[in-house]
């Protein structure tokens, strides 16, 4: 099967000397499949999708393959870009509101998408709209079509993007933290949303987070990152139960808990995560690693094992 | 409950007022010496203003705060002032409460610089030097700029700065909620830490409901300005009574399987 998005060995590189963002990943990712993308901050996760969307900002130099239904991106000019981008592969963002116009009605930015790439009327598009506002459970979706982004609160922005997001039936939706800057109770609400998403929609999602928890809800499958590469990939079951990665391991193990004992002392992970640019010849979580061994100062692990479960350690855990 | 000892803080009949909007609805609890109670509530609910207002940064429409048996609400800026020292604060954003164009030895030095200004250059410098060890940064921080220093970093040179008075109550506002999660435990066990070497208490501000159970004795729950329940830690999270709280608690995205235990 031919996958949806397929990454090979992408590089993201800032200034010189080049600052590595994202550091030789390759990531697949299936047709109605629900990937998950984990990793702290100034991993890399962002810059992989914003590199597959064509929206880095100049300065980065990006190198590798990214086929997107079996069309080199990377080579693409913009207009075959921007034929793809918005319609068969989307994205939602954190901040919901940086993410709408202020001055343009929910309806005017809804119904664009539909008259761009569609090349609908400006009435088929606002009817379309509004249906779509139902779908992802906004309520009074023909008084939203009037409002502004400022008359809606931040869980009912998120709604609206995603109805954007929808509207031309994409093949794969990116969610880059979409729940993170909303209330506990919003968030479960979006998360069962992206569920319905992909029930009702059959689009494959890749959804980025630094919270396991949120990603446990709802993906089948996860990419761990760390300092610009993946480190562990697994099925979603397996990859909690067993983590292989003394990286993923211990970030599971730092998650504060809502039930169990109440702790003198959280666990945490030793150290800091290496700053951009810091130069990484070998294994980036080794100086932070218990396992650590000679062996991870001088030669970088890649990636290895079969497709179900991979990961990138020369003394993995043993399940 | 009844206690011969007097509460470190004693907060009673709270409400503030932004336009025709009530941020705090007669809000009333106590605050031990030693103790951590926990705060939790979503946006908007009025964690935030209720820091404000302990703090004296926002005048309440109504009711008292008591720090100490000392009315802060109706005190003479003299006796606010000469308090200030005993309340401190962590904020969320760590670069953003520190001055950046001053160093990070300075902008630890400077609390003690107002109230204890009889202190001379030397031993206000060991005094810095010891806070900064006691955080977990090295002595070459000092002469750094705060830019310089990651997130985590920065919140430690935040708590520096805030603990350096030795103070009685340390509000931290949302302050591990912009750090990573393998960097959010070490902040919250040096807090727990300097807590118990210090004696001080804590109101920990948080929408994090299990940051909060692990770190406070107490825990109350504020919806729209009011507080709907207040229960030790254990027994809330265990068996929440009301309705909202039981919401929040179900709506927590859920844990997975703890691999290493």
Redesign the interface.
């Given at each position: 099967m031919m996958p949806a998005l397929n990454m090979e060995d992408l590089r993201v590189r800032y200034g010189r000397p080049a600052v590595e963002a994202v550091d030789g990943v390759s990531l697949k990712i299936f047709s109605a499949e629900c990937v998950g993308v984990v990793g702290?901050?100034g991993s890399g996760k962002t810059q992989l999708f914003m590199a597959a969307m064509g929206l880095l900002p100049g300065a980065a130099r990006v190198s590798g393959r990214i086929q997107f239904e079996g069309n080199e991106l990377l080579a693409a000019d913009g207009g075959a870009i921007r034929q793809v981008r918005g319609s068969k592969l989307t994205m939602i963002f954190q901040d919901p509101m940086t993410a709408l116009t202020p001055h343009l009605t929910i309806g005017t930015q809804l119904a664009e998408v539909l008259v761009t790439h569609r090349g609908a009327t400006w009435k088929e598009a606002l009817s379309a709209a509004g249906s779509m506002l139902e779908r992802v459970r906004v309520p009074e979706p023909e008084r939203r079509l009037h409002q502004h982004p400022h008359e809606l609160s931040?869980g009912m922005r998120q709604r609206v993007l995603l109805a954007m997001s929808l509207l031309c039936e994409p093949a794969l939706l990116i969610a880059d933290e979409p729940t993170t800057a909303l209330?506990?109770?919003v968030?479960?609400e979006i998360?069962e949303l992206l569920r319905a998403v992909r029930r009702e929609f059959g689009a494959a999602i890749a959804l980025i987070s630094?919270?396991?928890?949120?990603i446990?809800?709802l993906a089948d499958r996860i990419y761990v990152m760390y300092a610009g590469r993946i480190v562990e990939q697994a099925a979603a079951p397996e990859l909690?139960?067993?983590?292989r990665h003394p990286y993923t391991?211990?970030?599971?193990?730092?998650?504060?808990?809502?039930?169990?004992p109440?702790?003198?002392?959280?666990?945490?992970?030793l150290g800091?995560?290496p700053?951009p640019g810091e130069k990484l010849e070998a294994c980036a979580f080794a100086p932070r690693c218990p396992r650590a061994a000679e062996r991870c100062r001088i030669e970088r692990p890649v990636l290895r094992g079969p497709s179900a479960s991979q990961v990138a350690c020369h003394f993995p855990l043993t399940p | 409950m009844t206690s011969t000892a007097q509460p470190l803080l004693r907060v009673r009949d709270l409400c503030a007022r932004f336009g025709s909007r009530d941020a705090l609805r007669k809000v009333g609890f106590e605050i031990d010496a030693g103790e951590t109670v926990g705060l939790v509530g979503?946006?908007g609910a009025g964690k935030s203003t209720l820091a404000r207002v302990v703090l004296g940064l926002q005048r309440p429409s109504h009711g008292s705060v008591e720090f100490s048996g000392i009315d802060l609400i109706g005190a003479a800026p003299s006796v606010l002032r000469a308090q200030r020292r005993n309340l401190q604060i962590v904020f969320q954003d760590p670069l953003a409460s520190l001055n950046p164009r001053m160093t990070v030895a300075n902008a630890i030095a400077e609390p003690l610089k107002i109230f204890e200004p009889h202190l001379d250059r030397s031993a206000r410098d060991n005094r810095v030097g010891a806070m900064l060890e006691r955080v977990g940064l090295d002595a070459q921080a000092a002469a750094r700029y705060p830019h310089e220093f990651?997130?985590?970093?920065c919140q430690r040179i935040g708590i520096a700065r805030a603990a350096i008075l030795n103070p009685k109550l340390l509000i931290c506002d949302e302050a591990v909620s912009s750090l990573?999660?393998?960097?959010?435990?070490?902040i919250?066990?040096l807090l727990?830490d300097l807590q118990g070497e210090m004696g001080m208490a804590m109101l920990f501000i948080s929408?994090?409901?299990?940051?909060v159970?692990?770190v406070s004795h107490r825990v109350m729950v504020i919806r729209a300005g009011e507080l709907v329940e207040t229960a030790s830690?254990?027994t809330l999270?265990a068996a929440p009574s009301h309705p909202y709280t039981k919401?929040?608690?179900?709506?927590?995205?859920?844990?997975?399987?703890?691999?290493?235990s």
């Open positions: 702290e901050s931040g209330d506990v109770t968030q479960a998360i630094h919270d396991l928890a949120v446990a809800s909690f139960r067993h983590p391991a211990e970030l599971l193990e730092c998650i504060p808990s809502l039930t169990g109440r702790l003198a002392r959280l666990p945490t992970i800091q995560p700053r | 979503e946006s990651s997130g985590g970093q990573d999660v393998s960097i959010q435990g070490q919250i066990n727990m929408h994090n409901l299990a940051v159970r692990h830690s254990s999270f919401a929040l608690l179900a709506s927590v995205p859920r844990r997975p399987a703890n691999p290493l």
